[in-house]
């Protein structure tokens, strides 16, 4: 509420309060002197309804003044809120203004008040005039009681003025702490501005000083260049002489001397870039490496599978050797029976108690051999007797065949596949690569294919279907031209096989472009199931002549002491003249000597290539 609000209500107060204890007055009057009110009653009411019409214009203009007054206080204010939010870097001068604003407002609320306080009480000394006026001839019998009355009245009036006093007095006060507090709040935010502006300036300072150290160490990089390349200059001058020098005293024509510079830049861009091919070499192997190497290893170390190695000839040994004519027949006509029947040639030679059996197709010549096995053990061998083994053999070969397939198929866990399929997975039992087992190579590379595909999150349900089939060509390879993978993907695309398992069959040496994660980890775990230690065999000559290759690229290099070709030739060991190869040359050299074994070897599974270069210093303490 506002100073003026509180003068014009106390004001009002006041009116009210004369009205009501002239009021009382005349009732008093009228009590006592009832004789001399009722003359005077008509002009006694006339008075009052006049005083009480007068009192409500009064109030009602009190109240206008006070509404007034309440509407331009709150103008006032919003004026000077909106003005002190706008412009932050002008509050102090708001501020002031606004203090003076408030106090010429104060200052004129004050006038006003003291304006309609002065017209109430004129306004209210008329009507007690008029009252008095219109009591007189009352009051003429009743003047003491009269008096003690108006002594009332005017106490009663003097304790509400001095009340209304004390409330204008008490808002006053109000307001002007608050203003108080507002000017205080003022102060504390020019304060906190002084302090900004402080550490502005200081931070400009500081900003400066930094410019000014820049621009210095700019123009010592500059004079730093330009002596740099002066350098530069008088280095280029002295190498050109050094040059010259070297030209005039070798006695070395220009060319000369541009191969020999030729050769030592190429030697220094070789170790720049071995450095290069080293640091990046190092990084793959962190992680690509690594990985591949974790995976294939732990897929090769869960599968322990068996190999046996297996001949293309098979040998049948014999009670006696008397059993070899028997074989032969009269005029060798057991023989030609016994070859024509089963397809398997039957040589007979000076090796005692034992025959051979050689036949291209490895189920043909099981089954020639099982039932050169039973017309042994029966005794009875003739050409009718023969046919009838040779049946019964078949059978059960074909049996063992059938029951090796469903035992393969059951370890990989492949289930619905085509009988024809099945079938031809049985005659890959007896069906041999490099000595190796084919039919157990296929078991071994559906296991490795599919831990690989767990351990990469992939599903490995396809990856081990591609990976079980993909050899199964070879079953055919004796009756069909081309290669097995193009066989084995015919005969797979025939019997309903899915087009992820046919390109896997189909990629998996390089015919067809691998296009599929199933076609590259087939490829993947066939050879780490035909390349581990152990799982295919080679000739002898073939694997002497490999070692005596492979030690002889790393002696032909520049450097190289001695050479050690170990775990059978799957790693070598380089030793180097430390004298004459560094660290970085030891680095060039072991990566020259890889490539060239790559390109001129073929060899299963990788070769490791370790140079060492050792230093040794010794000296006698006499």
Known sequence: MTTVGVVVGAVAALALIVVVGLVVLARLVSRLAPGAARESDGEAEQARVVLEAETTEARAAARRLVDAARLEADEVATRLRARAEEDAARVAADAERAAERAQGEIERARLEAERVTERARRESEKARQDAETVADKARRDAERTIAQAQALA??????????????????????????????????????????????????????????????????????RELEIGEQEVALAEADEERRRELSRIAGLTAEAAKTELVGVLETQAKREAAVLIRDIESDARNTAEQRARHIVVEAIQRVASEQTAESVVSVL??????????????????????????GVNLIIDDTPEAVLLSCFDPVRREIGRVTLEKLVLDGRIHPHRIEEVHDLARYEVEKLCQRAAEDALVEVGITNIHPELVELLGRLRYRTSYGQNVLKHLVETAHIAGLMAAELGLRPEVIKRGAFLHDIGKALTHEVEGSHALIGADVARRFGESEEVVHAIEAHHNEVQPQTIEAV??????????????????????????????????????????????????????MVRPDDVDDIGAAVLARDVAKQIEDELTYPGQIRVTVVRESRVSEIAR
Do not use: W
Request: net charge negative; with cysteine; aromatic share 2%.
């Open 154 to 223: 005017e106490q009663a009036a003097g304790e509400v003025a001095a009340r209304a006093r004390r409330d204008a007095e008490a808002a006053v006060e109000q307001r002007a702490a608050q203003l108080a507090e507002r000017l205080a709040d003022v102060e504390q935010r020019l304060i906190r501005l002084d302090e900004r502006e402080r550490r502005l300036g200081e931070e400009s300072e500081r900003l400066a000083a930094r410019d000014r150290k820049i621009a210095q160490q700019e123009e010592e990089l500059s004079a």
């Open 317 to 342: 040994h014999l009670p006696s050797d008397e059993m070899k004519g028997r074989i032969i027949g009269r005029e060798g006509r057991n023989i030609r029976a016994f070859e024509s029947v089963t």
């Open 521 to 574: 980890l087939t490829q993947a775990s066939d050879s780490c199931s035909g390349g581990r230690p152990g799982a295919r065999r080679e000739s002898l000559e073939v694997y002497v002549k490999r070692l005596e290759r492979i030690e002889e690229i790393a002696s032909g290099q520049l450097g190289v002491e001695r050479v050690f070709a170990m775990q059978a030739g799957r790693e070598i060991r380089v």
